[in-house]
């Protein structure tokens, strides 16, 4: 792609603040309010694991004779089923599962296979070079699964223990009162383009609870807008990643695991490759490149399509087809980045809210996982005290911090960081970090937030080949109604270079530069929340939108 590089542009020059209005309401819960004891906020790995072993924990209390009584646990999850707005790679160390369920065997558990055979390439426009596998990514014996089949595996345990999952219940705001946090608000349905009522509106509802769990994700609203309200703060910003992926069915079968680095990405981006057989005749094909890039007309949905045009790839998906498209940003600050506090008074962080993705090992469920059965330990503990401020809850953090999840992010904590260097010294440091088991270069790398990262505006040659963003809006299954309100707040006056790179970084054509101005066409999101890391603002928006992913 021949570029002509110009000017530069900060994109946190041109984002909205964060609406701390919006997210935390003083309002007294409505005498409508439906009680709870315990409400996890999205139903990912880290919300279900958590609410599993809590329901655990209460009935083991009752069998034996405990006084905590009745307890009741809630699960939101704005998708209407679960696994529907859930996206990972996904190889997966199945420790957190074997903790969850001792006593199943591998064979119970929803995976798709055994790493049996994995190879690591070095790209070029025309070639690929094998590589070894750095230590960090030695996958054998690993399992690789879908996450969304996983979720919803998680989610029909849950249930089976008697929690209460609600799909289709998006969370809008906490409930707070001073430091406390006591419950939260659903976004309201049926609501028109100008925000009022309509056919099938449904006000918003409040459920109130003693401990709120925030297990919405990455770069969720809730938890930003908590941690901003309360000071709490981490050694580095968080940074992120967005990751793009397509299910292909194929012809023929492949019997190993892929990575790469190289080609398609500039020097100036950090990033990869996947690709994950599912099944004989299915596979999984994503690019994974983070937000701090340096060209503003840098675009991962297209460098995916370019990437499966490579001699190496094509093969493997001649005569097949794309069944399903779908994209999601990913923490990747490590260890710096993780909140100083993982609790408030009444609220508890775990998985991808609390930023627990090591980048080096391409995981993050079986971390988010542990940290959601850690925090259920603390809680119960806490219930059974019938204290549940910061103090007491802060077992969980102690735990955290002394848990496999910790020492594993510690070890790897530069090794993201060391890429700022650009790719080349980036791959030297790595490569040291690696031999010394993180001791080197010791401290801490600083970073800036991706929004505080200058982008060089450029020109790119166009690329018209692979799936159009349109149609792969349509392969996500969004089927998000045309007259919803707009859930992605712009700053105002955006600059055409700035809309140029909204253009760019959306993978599901929600943006569009025009001569007048910045087009905003929101039903096509499917909440990646990427346009969060660099421009408009993302939020909640009425149960059932966005994508409805089958094999993510």
Known sequence: MARQASARLVPARHQPALDLDRFLVKDTPDDEAVPMDVVFVGAGPAGLAGAIELARLVKKDADEGGDLGEIEIGVLEKAPELGQHNLSGAVLDPRAMQELFPDLSMEDFPFRGTVEKEKVYLFTKKRAWRIPA?????????????????????????????????????????????????????????????????????????????????????????????????????????????????????????????????????????????????????????????????????????????????????????????????????????????????TGDGLVLVGDAAGLVDVASLKGIHYAMHSGILAARAIFAALKKGDVSAQSLSTYDAALRESYVAKDLKKRRNMRLAFKSGFFWGGIKSSLMILTKGWFPGGRIQCDEDAEEPKTTAVSEPYAGGISKVDAVFKSGNQTRDDIPSHLRAGEDVPPDVAKLYEHMCPAGVYEATDDGLVVNAPNCVDCRATDVLGPRWSPREGGSGPKYKRM
């Open 134 to 342: 750095p230590p960090p990514m030695w996958n054998h014996g690993n399992k690789i699964a879908s996450i969304c089949e996983i979720v919803s595996w998680l989610g029909e345990k849950a249930e089976g223990l008697g929690v209460n999952v609600f799909t289709g219940f998006p969370v809008e705001s906490l409930l707070v009162d001073g430091s406390a946090v006591l419950g939260v608000r659903t976004v309201p349905a049926g609501l028109g383009r100008d925000g009022t009522p309509g056919p099938g509106h449904e006000p918003a509802g409040d459920i109130t609870a003693r401990v709120t769990v925030l297990s919405e994700g990455s770069r969720g609203p809730l938890t930003m807008a908590w941690q901003q309200a309360n000071g709490v703060t981490s050694p580095n910003p968080q940074i992120h990643a967005l990751g793009v992926k397509e299910i292909w069915e194929v012809k023929q079968p492949l019997d190993h695991i892929v990575h790469s680095l190289g080609w398609p990405l500039p020097r100036s981006a950090f990033g990869g490759s996947f690709i994950y057989p599912l099944a004989d005749d299915l596979i999984a094909i994503g690019l994974v490149v983070g937000l701090d890039y340096e060209r503003h007309d840098t675009d991962v949905h297209r460098m995916l399509q370019e990437f499966k045009a490579h001699p190496h790839i094509s093969k493997l998906i001649e005569g097949g087809e794309c069944v399903e498209w779908g994209a999601k940003t990913i923490p990747e600050g490590g260890w710096h980045a993780v909140p100083n506090a993982l």
